[in-house]
């Protein structure tokens, strides 16, 4: 199956966003383990904060731009694979699969969950970051290919015979408030600017980590949700 097209912008966009993806891995290192898969890794941004701590990793992504930058980032570590497969395509089986801010771009999204679950080995563990509230919905998740953004309904409603949950959590309250007020002043916006990107992240992640904590992850502009494979 040949390459894709993907919008790409946001990822330049985000790629700025160090102290989110620090947030992100620290929340999820634990799950992450030698045979890792990473789908849509994008420009390796949240490879970079684990890959010198695995010995053995595959990176896919479907944009032909994005497989050259990934390839050029990673051309001198040995524990790194790079294609352009998609998972059913890919070969063996992984302890640790994971798809940040992946599966909103794909229609079939149970379909998806399904066949990485079939691509985990038993005890392996799926990892999903999407976009939460399907009221945020904007212009901006549009312009980047998302299908939809999602309800923490329906991970707790789509069960899986192979699989438990092991977290399911909303993360980001602060950066919920900052989507939503801005979608109400800058409804013609499509893309944020760097400014916006730099203010949420430098100034309002640390405040969000605080406040994802002391609220106990019940609300946020994310969901993340970590599945363990139990047969």
Known sequence: MGNMKYPGKELEIFDKATIWRKYIYA??????????LEIGAGLGSFTANYYKNLQKIV???LDEENIKILKKKFSEE????????????????????IYLNVLEHIKNDLDEINSAL?????GGHLIILVPAHQNLFSKFDEAIGHHKRYNIEFFKFNKFENAKIQKLLFLDLAGYILYFLNKIFFKEEV?????KILLWDKIFSPITIVLD?????KFGKNILCIYKKIE
């Open 118 to 122: 079939n691509k985990l080995n038993t």
């Open 78 to 97: 040995k524990n790194i694979t790079i294609n352009s497969k998609r998972i059913n395509e890919l070969e063996g089986k992984f302890n640790t699969i």
């Open 59 to 61: 990176l896919t992504d």
């Open 27 to 36: 929340l999820t290192k634990k799950f992450l383990s030698d045979g890792m």
């Open 213 to 217: 904590y002391i609220t106990r992850y």
């Open 191 to 195: 893309y944020p600017s760097k400014l």
